[in-house]
Structure formats: C-alpha cells, structure tokens
C-alpha cells in the first residue's frame, strides 16, 4: 500500500518556541492532506484539510495563525505549530489521499509533540 | 448533520468472533472505512465499503447497508494482538473529501 512518512515521530520543545512536522507522500500524489490532534484515549479531531497549491480549510475553533498549515507540493505538507505551549502537547497525524473519492485515507506515523 | 455511532467499549476471547457494529446519517454518502488504532500509533487501513453487501478480507469482513445506514465489522479467530480501538469513517461527496469519524469502539480481547 501507499506509504505516508511523518516526521518527527516524538519532539519536546519549550514553551513559547515554535515547531514543524512535516508529511511526505512517498509513491503517490496527495491532492488532500488532513491534519489532526488526539489526545489519550479520545477520538481524531481533525484540525485542517489542505489541497496543493490553496489554503488551507480549518475546522471551527482551530487558530490557523497558531497551526501553519502549508501544501505547496502534492507530496509534501507541513504543519507548523507557533508559540507552543503545555496545552498544545498531544499527538498529530496527518493523513493523504489521492485523486480518487474511493481511495482510503493513508496515515502518517504521527508525531508526539510535549511542550514544557 | 453529520453523525456516527458505534459502541465505545467490547471485550471478546481470544479465538472467538466479534461484531463491531457502526451506524451513520449523513448526506451524499461515497463510502465508509474501517481503521485500526493501537494506542499510541497511527491508524490503519481496515476495509472500504460502497456498495451494499459483505467484503471479506482475511479474519476480517465489513459489511454495508447503505439504505440502513449501517456498517459492521466483523473479526473472526480473535488473537490478542486484535486489541485495539477500531474507527469508523464516512466520507461525502464533495465536503472537501474528508473523512467523518466515529469515536472508535476499544476492543479487550482476553485469554
């Protein structure tokens, strides 16, 4: 199957300081890449979609100034998470399909993000 | 609106059958995904139903009724190692293309 490579897998940073996990599609073109945060025990909350080359759509109650979402190739999307803090620590995923509407979701290995 | 179900919690035996069961309303309906989750990891790809009926792939079958708005999916000789949350997904026409999740239903399966 398809592979999505996500990195970093865990990162710690410290409070105010800014952080980027970046999303490949390694053998197929991504045209919609989702990001999403989960905390223990609870479901996906997705945060964003993105489409190459526009901007991206955020879902309601999600800052799109402090979560930097850039698509700018149909394999690469980055999610930049600004001036950190202690709340933002959880785990993101992100997730690619392709073209087709019947293609299944691809997910990246998520990242484990601690802000101390 | 938009809404899944599906059970939060089942525990099972380790070489019995468990249904996970999944009901959705939502509108312009293009399909429904299974997804395994261990905790702390990623989801993975389960299954994809369409079109009405049963797909079965290996122990695991899912099965659509779309004028039901129904899915369930089905795990045969459990192994301890099928403890996990297991998701739900629907996707719309248009929307966007994303995908509308269950909370997941956390399967115990015991020796």
């Known amino acids: 199957g398809a592979v999505v490579s996500q990195h970093p897998s865990r990162v710690i940073c410290k409070s105010g300081t800014s952080v980027k996990i970046e999303c490949r599609s390694l053998?197929?073109?991504?045209?919609?890449m989702f990001w999403y945060r989960q905390f223990p025990k609870q479901s996906l909350m997705l945060m964003a979609t993105?489409?190459?080359?526009?901007?991206?759509?955020?879902e309601q109650g999600v800052e799109k100034d402090k979560f930097l979402i850039n698509h700018a190739s149909l394999t690469l999307s980055t999610l930049t998470v600004t001036s950190a803090h202690p709340e933002d620590s959880s785990f993101y995923i992100c997730?690619?399909?392709?073209?087709?509407?019947?293609?299944?979701?691809?997910f990246g290995q998520g990242t484990r993000l601690t802000v101390v | 609106g938009q809404n899944i179900d599906q059970p939060t919690e089942m525990t099972a035996t380790e070489g019995a059958i468990v249904q996970i069961n999944c009901t959705y309303q939502?509108?312009?309906?293009?399909?429904l995904f299974w997804y395994q989750q261990h905790a702390g990891e990623a989801p993975t790809f389960l299954s994809y139903?369409?079109l009405d009926g049963l797909e079965e792939k290996g122990r695991f079958s899912s099965f659509l009724s779309r004028s039901k708005g129904y899915s369930y999916l089905l795990l045969k000789e459990l192994q301890m190692k099928d403890s996990a949350s297991y998701l739900c997904?629907?996707?719309?026409?248009?929307?966007?293309?994303?995908?509308?999740w269950g909370l997941g239903t956390s399967l115990a399966v015991n020796p």
């Open positions: 997730s690619a399909r392709g073209q087709l509407d019947n293609t299944e979701a691809f």
């Open positions: 053998d197929f073109q991504a045209t919609t």
């Open positions: 993105s489409n190459e080359g526009s901007k991206a759509t955020y």
């Open positions: 939502t509108s312009g309906f293009n399909g």
């Open positions: 139903n369409v």
């Open positions: 997904a629907v996707t719309n026409a248009g929307n966007n293309r994303k995908l509308i």
